[in-house]
């Protein structure tokens, strides 16, 4: 690699201002975006985004589901591209980073490349992939999803939001239901920049999270019934209180997670007591459990040990318990040469960096089942996300392009 | 006493009937009754029972809000009356017995003194009072909290239902409002029958509950501030999850009444998740807490030990716990006389019997604050009761009302 090539930097001023720019498209009161998935306000920002890339000089084309490619061409066409990107929606109450850094980035290493006169071997295409965060339309990773054939692009066109708007016809009401079939846009390989969601860089102070995997998901309903009677009248003994039950899963799940962490996690995020009563000892209660882990053989551990949790529990407070396992998806491992490519480019800028596991699910996830496929996380602010709040520093998003960059060029190679 | 007097019964099956009859007033599909006070439903059997009250001979006057009376005269007119009876409002999806038992009882007593020609000595008020159940307007024992200048009439005749709809407004809609100031009938004392709504009477095989003794209650709003956080990037240890916190306060509870039982009873009956969604950590949960004891001093240590237990919680799970005692009412220690009345009555019938304390409210513990009250329980099916599914069976109804007609006969005196 020339000189020139090894020394590049992105333009960090540059890319603050973009992220800056398009939070106005959909940009709230406190601060956040709200930016559903195919609305009038991610029509602003596909827009600003695809005049952005034909100024760079790429080709863009949008599939059948609103997937948007930029495609710069490289010395070697005869091979597909190197992706990269990431998404441009946002959930309802979102910030200005979550996916909007990794689209952004991907147009300023475009940009940056351009600036240097650096002609690519392979050529390079910047990505945003349509209804990641799943707000207004189920499944999340939708776009990227349907790419690598989870579903029909007919199942997921005559999908219908709250409204009762289908995928289709909100696609056509932004005019971005495109030409190009779904799958037809290939690539070598795909790399994608996020930020962490989670605290662990902040916390540790690092720069950059090399991420070698995804979490394996499993998603439980569950039902408690116990025997609903008198807050007064029934003595300790002779109750069957549902959320004495629940409280007794909550901690089973946190002690199964933490026992078997670190590589794993375990939530209850919703709990609901039918008709609760200040006055009426809980007698039925619906909940969800999430648990995770980047490992196949703990995520067997985990059902099995939460499974044996909630049969003791009932048994011993004669309730039932009804646990329907209703999602699992296997971990994801990311390619080791990309891996390398992305720890390399990390060290060679100096940046310090650790190995991560990503919490949440990804595009990136669902392409790492087609091809190779790496993820760069940077740190925000206290971890939050999904939410107004969320932040980042300027430096770090500089420095997560710049490995963005430096792994992009890694694998396409520079001819010029 | 005559010896027609000493041997009176009341006639189980007229009572048994009554209690089927009216719960066609209401009824439900599934056998019980939803008779929200001052409905239609509750006009229709207050217009039964003021008539068969009526057609019993006796004077049936009706207060600014709604608590009814029906006066048999006796010989010395001098001294108020016995009060008996309860009340006849359910709950949304209550049974045919909670408060109806205790007013059709009543009507019993003054029909089977009729058959025997009986004249007490003191005149007998008959009472179904307003508003007992507190479903469709706060408070609960609302007609008898007033009468003992807990409320003013002008403080609950303008509270409203959920529809906006005053308690003055549903009185005038039924033709409820009546004459009679608050607090002009008064009572020389007064003996509530009602059914136990616990298990402990049944489980102990026991006819007759001798009650000498009411709970205090202890309420507390609660609020634990955690933080709302990622289900799948946020590390175990990393964790400020309001719902694990609350699940820690809800086995504390259970622990605490029971380590301080058997006269203590905790119970978390609502717990609301804040923006709840199956992958996000809860970070905010609103709750209630319910505790009581019939001994002060033991609701003292109720008190203080679930302060500690959250101050505990709160530090190490590093989430703010907020407890507000929002209610607490003393214990009721009813009448000493009276319950040996009733002791004496249940034993001379040869019921088998206990002493036993109220778990619930009741509009006689609200009564015995200013005057001599007693209570008799009968056992209920498994102890349950606000649910369609209360039972009683027709020989302890049967029982119950006969010591009831023997508490008031004793009380009240026979004239011939």
Redesign the interface.
């Known amino acids: 690699m020339s000189k020139l090539a090894s020394n590049l930097q992105i333009d960090t001023a540059r890319l603050w201002s973009t992220i800056h720019d398009t939070a106005t498209f959909g940009g709230t009161p406190k601060g956040g975006v709200r930016r559903l998935t195919l609305s009038a306000e991610d029509k602003q920002v596909r827009d600003w985004f695809r005049q952005a890339l034909e100024q760079a000089g790429c080709e863009v084309h949008v599939d059948t589901l609103g997937n948007m490619f930029g495609l710069r061409r490289g010395r070697d066409m005869s091979k597909p591209p190197i992706g990269l990107g990431s998404h441009l929606d946002t959930q309802p109450t979102g910030g200005k980073f979550d996916g909007i850094l990794g689209s952004l980035a991907a147009l300023e290493v475009v940009r940056t490349l351009n600036d240097a006169g650096i002609e690519t071997e392979l050529p390079l295409c910047v990505a945003n992939w349509t209804n990641e965060e799943g707000s207004r339309y189920a499944p999340a990773m939708m776009g990227s999803a349907a790419y690598v054939g989870d579903f029909t692009p007919e199942d997921i066109l005559a999908r219908k939001d709250i409204d009762g708007i289908s995928v289709a016809e909100a696609l056509d009401a932004i005019g971005y239901r495109g030409d190009t079939p779904l799958g037809a846009q290939k690539f070598t390989s795909f790399v994608e920049l996020h930020i962490?969601?989670?605290?662990?860089l902040e916390?540790e102070n690092k720069t950059i999270g090399v991420v070698d995997s995804g979490?394996g998901?499993l998603?439980y309903d569950g039902k408690i019934t116990g025997f609903?009677?008198?807050?007064?009248?029934?003595?300790?003994?002779?109750r069957r209180?549902a959320?004495?039950a629940?409280?007794?899963i909550?901690?089973a799940v946190?002690r199964i997670?933490?026992e078997l962490?670190?590589k794993?996690?375990?939530?209850?995020?919703?709990?609901?007591?039918a008709r609760?009563?200040?006055?009426?000892?809980?007698g039925e209660i619906a909940f969800?459990i999430?648990m995770?882990s980047a490992e196949a053989s703990i995520m067997d551990s985990l059902d099995k040990n939460v499974r044996a949790a909630a049969v003791e529990i009932a048994a011993r407070r004669k309730v039932e318990i009804a646990l329907d396992l209703v999602w699992r998806i296997e971990p994801t491992h990311f390619d080791p040469k990309l891996i390398d490519a992305v720890q390399t480019a990390a060290s060679d800028l100096g940046y310090s960096h650790r190995r991560i596991t990503?919490?949440?699910?990804h595009d990136s996830c669902n392409l790492a089942t087609m091809m190779p496929a790496a993820m760069i996380f940077v740190p925000c602010k206290d971890?939050?996300?999904?939410?107004e709040l969320e932040d980042a520093k300027e430096a770090d998003c500089g420095a997560g392009a710049n490995v963005l960059l430096h792994t992009v060029l890694a694998l396409a190679g520079v001819a010029k």
């Open positions: 962490e969601q989670g605290p662990i916390a979490q998901v998603w609903e009677s008198h807050a007064g009248s029934t003595p300790m003994q002779l209180d959320l004495g629940l409280s007794e909550v901690l946190e997670a933490t962490g670190p794993a996690v375990g939530t209850i995020g919703e709990a609901v007591i609760p009563s200040r006055n009426v000892i809980p969800t999430d995770r990503s919490g949440a699910g971890g939050v996300s999904h939410n």
